[in-house]
Structure formats: C-alpha cells, structure tokens
C-alpha cells in the first residue's frame, strides 16, 4: 500500500508502493532482450534500423575494444555525442566492460571539458567526429599524464543508412553527412569507431552489479566547479524500471528519444527504460519541430517525454495538420512548468494531458511524478514508486504539514550515494531524517491536501533554460575574467519560450568604457556552452551590497522579476 502522505484518491490503485531494484547491472536489460526479441528495432535513426541482437553484439565487441585500451573495473569513460545510435552502443559497452560512463553535454567547449578529464581522471572518451576537435582541444591543453590516452572517433554516417539519406533535414545535412578529419591526440592515440566496433576484442567477464557505480554524471553548483553524481546500477534501474511501469511502457512502445540522452531524464526515463522494456527508441541528434512530427507519424510513436519549449514550437508549426499524432499514448516531461494555455491545446486537440514529473541529476530523475490519468498541471506530482518525500522546515529539519511551505527533501533507492571526492558538499546535500537518508533538493515548495507537491521558489541559485540548469556562480567566474568587466552579478529573466534566460548585470572598468552588449556575448559564446551564455548585459556604474560586502543578487533580481 502506498505511504501515508500518498492518499488513495491520487495513488494509482494498479500499482505497489514501492518496487525493488534488479539485483542485476544495466547491461542485463539489453542482454536479456536480445534474447526475448532479438528482431525486434531497438534504434531507428534516419531509416537505419539496429536490432536487440545487433545492439547487444556492437556493444560487446565496443567493450572488447575498451578491455584491450586498458579499460578496468570502475575505470571512468567520457562520452560527449548528441543523441545517436552511437551513444547508446557507448553507455552499454561502458557497463559491459565494468566501467563507469561520464556523460558530457556535447554543447560544452574544450574549457569546459577539461575538468570532466582531470576530475574523473578518465583515459578513454568517445564522441563524434564533429564534437573531436573541441575534447581534443581540451585533452591536449593538459599535462600529457593528465590527459586522454584514448579517443575513440564516429561518424554520423557510422550509423545512418546509405542511399539517399532519408529523412535528414537538409539544414542538418552538412552537419551529419560530413566526413570531418579527426584531430591529434598529444597525449595519446585516435581510434576510428567502425575499425574498434569490427575488431573488438573479447570482453571481459561481467563482474559489476547492482551496487557497483555506473554514471558519473556532472552538477553544477552553487560555488566551484561542476560535481560528480556517482549513480550505482540500482540507483538507475530503479527509475528505469519504475518509469516503465508509470507510463506502460511495453515491447511494443516506440518512444520519440529527443531528449538529450546525456541529460539524466533523457538517459534513464527514456534510454535505459526502454531497453529495459524493449521498446523502440525513434532517436532524433536534436530538436527539429517538422521532423519530429514526421517521425512520430511515421513510425506510430507511443511515448514522447519533452519539455514544454519542444511542444510549444510543434503546435505552432505550419505543418501541423498534416502530423498524425494519433498514436501518442503518453506526453509529459519535467524541467519547466507547462504554460496553462498550451496544455489546454494539447488536451482539446490530441485528448492528451500533459504529465508533469520532478527529479535531479543526484536522484538518477525522477522522485515526483503526476499519475498519468490524473495529473495536475504546473505541479511536480506525487511521491514516486519507493519514494519518501517530505515538505520540512529550513532550520530544524521537521516535517511540516500541508500547504505549508519549506524544503522538498526526498528518501529512495534512486537517491545517490555522494558526490565524487566531495565529502564534505555531500554530507550538506544527505541528510539524515528518521534514521533514513534524504537528498536535500534545494527547492522550496508544498504538498496539498491531495498529496500533490508543487515547487514555489530556490533555496539555490540557479536559472531554468528550457530545461537546462544554469549555476550563476558558474557563469560570474567566467564574466570576471573578460579584461573589460570589474564585476558582475548572473540573474534569470523571464522568457516566454526558454521559461527563463541568463542575464548578467556587469560594472565596467572605467579604461573599458567602450565595450558593448554584442562584445561581451560573443566572448562568452566561444567559451562556455551555448544555453550558458547571457542573452542579456545591463550595464551598471555599482552592484548592490551588503555590510559585509556582498553582492545582493536577490535584490537584483526581484528588482527583473518586478519588470516582468
């Protein structure tokens, strides 16, 4: 039975309370299905078709290859790609051969990846020939013993199918149909991707399971440099499993896998959960509103999880009429509120409703989530499967009662286990409550009378961009090395698509008077991804301080919220 803050009126009744992860790793998930359906699509990606059987056989002949590059147990293996074939291959070859994937956002910039290098101290990665130069870039710009040994290198065309190309948008064709030259590696070797998926060697003996690490996926914060989430099998199969199981997942599901899959929603929710359930991902590299219309028509896809910006840019696209999207069982996402408005399209046009989930990259995703039958909109959800979640007070740690607002902190088994040699950031993050271990999310919020959480405001700093976190600590420490800026402060401004941008407020250094908005933004684009990078400079003589001479970024930003 559900959990006394689960009422029975919200819980849905085919459902236990809470579920037991597989003792298994996640590479049993594709193994087993490669036996139950072995014919069955797992990937399609631009008419090239990948099988259970073909995915499980690259995958272990790429964990062959990774064994003879001196891949061990527990050893950390970079993957910077978008969404493709490749990618999944990756993660799965990573858990076969016992190691540990670090997905990395390939919109970051070689200064960026740096500390993804150094701080896994990982030997191998793998990624895109397009993405190459930039990892490359920032191996070669390290001590050689610190840098890549190994980068193992694909092409798009690696895994679309030959021909005529089909499907591929022609603004992408450049993009994806290119051969690119693959760059030098100072400290190592460069491996082309077929040469390691046809020569593989053997792999090793399976020996991780459910306790052993399997992502080391990256934070950023409130100070400092991105974190480390170390994510075991079980913290990921859990949500993998329970996510198939709230959303009726199948064999027979084709999901439309546009999320970025180095995104902890996107890599659980919809990766790893449909291979669990063995399922069709439909595989998209990235956004693009007419294909995605086109691909849910065509391959009939079941199951979408978005952001409400990809929604709101298909339901105005003048081809909309002639999209079939009929087939969508399922509809939902997290990271932004979904705008009233366009819900009320989605379910007067479509019969869908929009199922609105919560999690974070520390709980491998999701620790609240709508039931699909009966979601309220702009609301996080209830408790999910194994989930103990609670509204507390800031200071003391206890429970408050309903509609009363303070922490969201969440007990689970997908709650992580720390962070990656940051003890001491992970005894401020889990805490104990009860004799149990719970993730302090930051976020403050409430529980209704129905069991429904909803999220009111931050107890951190952080700007929301289409479902991209942004750390203004992050994004100041890069302003204040612009040879023009004496200080800056990061605040969100409101956006009618992205939910919130990134705003910087910057005093100039009187020799620099001359520098303007345009300068300050292309700057920043060549060094820091692009969802990072401040759409808005104001341009201030003094920032506000406190007596001890602190910024006071709260009044700078109410002061935004205010125009608003």
Request: net charge neutral; glycine share 8%.
């Amino acid at each position: 039975m559900p959990n006394d803050k689960q009422s029975p009126k919200t819980w849905p009744r085919r459902f236990p309370a809470s579920i037991e992860p597989p003792a298994t790793s996640l590479w049993d998930s594709v193994a087993v299905n490669a036996r139950r359906y072995p014919d069955r699509a797992a990937l399609m990606f631009f008419g090239s078709r990948t099988t259970y059987r073909e995915l499980k056989e690259a995958s272990e002949r790429l964990a062959g290859r990774l064994h003879t590059l001196g891949v061990e147990r527990g050893d950390r293996v970079l993957v910077v790609m978008q969404n493709c074939p490749q990618l999944v291959i990756s993660h799965l070859a990573i858990a076969r051969a016992n190691a540990v994937v670090v997905p990395v956002n390939p919109m970051n910039r070689a200064e960026e990846m740096r500390h993804y290098i150094s701080d896994a101290r990982a030997k191998v990665g793998i990624t895109t020939a397009d993405l190459a130069p930039e990892l490359a870039a920032a191996s070669n710009a390290m001590e050689l013993d610190e840098g890549l040994a190994h980068l193992l290198v694909s092409h798009f065309t690696d895994a679309i199918a030959p021909g005529d190309r089909p499907g591929v948008p022609s603004q992408w064709r450049d993009w994806l149909l290119s051969r690119h030259e693959l760059p030098k590696l100072a400290s190592g070797s460069v491996h082309h991707w077929r040469d390691a998926i046809e020569t593989g060697g053997k792999s090793p003996d399976l020996e991780v399971a459910r306790d052993d690490l399997a992502l080391l996926p990256y934070t950023s914060g409130t100070t400092g440099l991105p974190k480390g989430c170390m994510l075991t099998h079980g913290n990921v199969m859990h949500n993998a499993v329970g996510s198939s199981l709230w959303l009726g997942m199948t064999p027979e599901t084709a999901n439309l896998t546009v999320l970025p899959l180095f995104h902890i929603t996107g890599l659980v929710c919809v990766m790893h959960a449909s291979i669990f359930s063995g399922g069709t991902m439909v595989i998209m590299p990235r956004w693009n509103r007419e294909l995605a219309g086109q691909l849910i028509s065509q391959y009939r896809v079941s199951h979408w999880t978005s952001i409400p910006t990809m929604i709101i840019d298909l339901l105005a696209s003048p081809n909309l009429g002639s999209f079939n999207l009929s087939s969508l069982a399922y509809i939902g996402g997290g990271g932004a509120a979904m705008p009233q408005a366009v819900a009320e399209t989605l379910l007067d046009k479509f019969g869908l409703k929009f199922v609105e989930g919560y999690g974070m990259t520390e709980s491998a995703a999701v620790t609240l989530f709508n039931p699909c039958d009966d979601p309220k909109l702009q609301c996080l959800g209830i408790p999910f499967l194994s989930v103990d979640a609670r509204i507390v007070d800031f200071e003391s740690g206890a429970e408050l009662p309903d509609n009363e607002q303070g922490e969201i902190v969440v007990h689970g088994p997908q709650v992580f286990k720390g962070y990656w040699k940051r003890d001491e950031a992970s005894r401020e993050t889990l805490v104990t409550i009860d004799g149990k271990t719970f993730l302090r999310t930051g976020d403050i919020g409430y529980r209704d009378a129905d069991g429904y959480y909803f999220i009111t405001d931050r107890l951190k700093r952080m700007i929301n961009a289409s479902g991209y976190k942004v750390w203004p600590a992050e994004i100041e420490t890069l302003l204040f090395r612009h040879p023009a800026i004496q200080e800056a402060c990061v605040i969100a401004s409101k956006d009618d698509y992205r939910g919130e941008t990134v705003k910087a407020v910057v005093v100039v250094k009187p020799s620099h008077a001359g520098v303007n908005e345009d300068e300050i933004i292309a700057w920043c684009r060549t060094r820091v991804s692009s969802y990072k990078v401040p759409r808005f400079i104001k341009f201030a003589d003094s920032l506000p301080k406190s007596a001890s001479g602190k910024v006071m970024w709260r009044v700078l930003q109410e002061t935004e919220l205010r125009k608003t």
